[in-house]
C-alpha cells in the first residue's frame, strides 16, 4: 500500500501561483509513475500532469502546458506541482495519485483508472 497526503493549496488571485506538495509514505519503492489530476464542481475529474518516478519524464494536459511543472523529489519521496498564471478556470480540488503499473507512451498515465493511489485532496481557489 501507498499513502498518500497532498497540501499546499489556498485561495489566490488570477496571475498568482501556488505549489502542492504530496508526500508518499509506505510501498514507494513499487511507485512507477505519479499524477496530479483536478475536479471542479460538478465536473468530471481530469488529468493535469504525470511523471515517471524513475527519469523524471514528464507529460501535461494542454490546458495546463506552459504553466503548471511537475516535479519529484526521491529522496524525500515527494511529488510537487508548480502552478504559476493561475487562472479562474484552474478553481478545483487537486488530488494526487500513483500507479505502480508501467505503460508505453503517455495516454495510460491520462486514465484516471490507471492509478492505484489516491490522496484526500486539496482545494485550489483561483479568485478574479
Do not use: H
Not at 524513475?54 to 507529460?59: A, D, L, R
Not at 490522496?119 to 485550489?124: D, E, W
Amino acid at each position: 500500500q501507498v499513502q498518500l497526503v497532498e497540501s499546499g493549496g489556498g485561495l489566490v488571485q488570477a496571475g498568482g501561483s501556488l505549489r502542492l506538495s504530496c508526500a508518499a509514505s509506505g510501498r514507494t519503492f513499487s511507485i512507477n509513475a505519479m499524477g496530479w489530476f483536478r475536479q471542479a464542481p460538478g465536473k468530471e475529474r481530469e488529468f493535469v500532469a504525470r511523471i515517471r518516478w524513475s527519469g523524471g519524464s514528464t507529460y501535461y494536459a494542454d490546458s495546463v502546458k506552459g504553466r503548471f511543472t511537475i516535479s519529484r523529489d526521491n529522496a524525500k519521496n515527494t511529488l510537487y506541482l508548480q502552478m504559476n498564471s493561475l487562472k479562474p478556470e484552474d478553481t478545483a480540488v487537486y488530488y494526487c495519485a500513483a500507479t505502480s503499473r508501467s505503460y508505453i507512451g503517455s495516454y495510460y498515465y491520462t486514465q484516471r483508472e490507471n492509478y492505484d493511489y489516491w490522496g484526500q485532496g486539496t482545494q485550489v481557489t483561483v479568485s478574479s
